[in-house]
């Protein structure tokens, strides 16, 4: 079962309107967005997903709610695309959830979780040839190193691509344990009593698979231009990695013009047509973590249109 992390702040940081146009950007198993299309009487929702499982299984939950919305299959990158298809232009209120839903990870035949045995896959989009198996079997020593020191900050990442390269000779690495126990013989024995050793290992892999840090950014500035006056964008993020980069576009966009800095009237015009609305994170409360362990690292940050 999925639970959707940071459900109430996310939705109370909205502060939608009944006669909204609202997007999430990764509608997942629509915890967020049927709190969404509860509270739009006579608004509209756009939801987003690349998962056809959990469009499937959104798509029946919605239905109870509420005709006022419409799935659109695809990956939050061309949102501003495909809300300009539907002749939408600007919208009131964006969410993005970039955690991995817990039937993901939960259904073994996926290859997300490295607690379960199977074949290694990791797509969020089942219709993309690229997988997990592509990574690990084609990518060359130094690609490997470089994708889980970047993508998943592995200490080790050295010496279990070197094992991973070394094993896929004799005969290709074709399943999540197979995957897992390089990566045990490749740290040593404290790292392993530490946490899962396989953890940052399997993160930078799905990173790499779904090529989700390379859209993160352009896709964060194509949603905020997509505000009206008043509208937000609500990001919920789960590794470091993702956080900085919410945390640089947000300075960004909120920030004063460094040419008109320090001045004692600043023209209009160079003044950001946004503003934080959380200088801080929001973290998950002690409770939320003891009912849902997983959303223990996520953090949401939210601004909003002024001009």
């Known amino acids: 079962m999925h639970v959707s992390v940071l459900l109430k702040e996310s939705i109370a940081s909205l502060s939608i309107r009944e006669d909204g146009i609202y997007v999430d950007a990764t509608l997942g198993y629509a915890g967020h967005s049927s709190e969404i299309l509860k509270r739009i009487k006579k608004g509209f929702l756009f939801a987003f997903d690349q998962d056809q499982e959990a469009i499937l299984s ?49 259904e073994a035949s996926r ?16 219709e ?4 997990a198996y592509d990574v690990v079997n084609q990518y060359s020593e130094e690609e490997l190193s470089n994708i889980f ?22 005969k290709p690495i074709k399943t999540t344990f197979e995957l897992v126990d390089i990566i045990k013989a490749s740290v040593p024995e404290k790292a392993k009593r530490e946490k899962h050793p396989a953890r940052k290992v399997f993160q930078a892999i799905r990173i790499e698979v779904n090529h989700e840090l390379e859209i993160l950014e352009n896709s964060l500035l194509d949603a905020a ?14 590794h470091s990695l993702e956080d900085r980069i919410v945390k640089n576009t947000f300075k960004q966009l909120t920030t004063v013009d460094e040419m008109v800095k320090g001045l004692p009237n600043i023209p209009e015009s160079y003044l950001p047509d946004y503003r934080l609305i959380t200088t801080h994170a929001i ?16 953090k949401l940050r939210v601004i909003e249109r002024i001009k």
């Open 58 to 106: 959104s798509e029946k939950k919605l239905a109870t709610i509420s005709d006022q919305y419409e799935i659109i299959k695809s990956n939050f990158c061309f949102v501003k695309e495909k809300l300009a298809e539907k002749g939408v232009d600007k919208v009131d209120g964006i969410l993005f959830d970039l955690g991995v839903s817990s039937p993901q990870l939960d």
């Open 283 to 298: 973290s998950p409360s002690e409770e939320e973590i003891n009912d849902n362990y997983r959303s223990r690292s996520s």
């Open 128 to 131: 993309n040839p690229f997988s």
């Open 149 to 170: 020191f970047r993508y998943g900050e592995e200490k080790y990442a050295r010496s279990i691509a070197r094992n991973i390269v070394r094993a896929r000779q004799e």
């Open 225 to 238: 231009s997509l505000l009206n006056v008043g509208g937000r964008l609500v990001v919920i993020t789960f």
């Open 111 to 126: 290859g997300f979780s490295y607690h379960q045995d199977a074949p290694l896959d990791m797509r969020m989009d089942q």
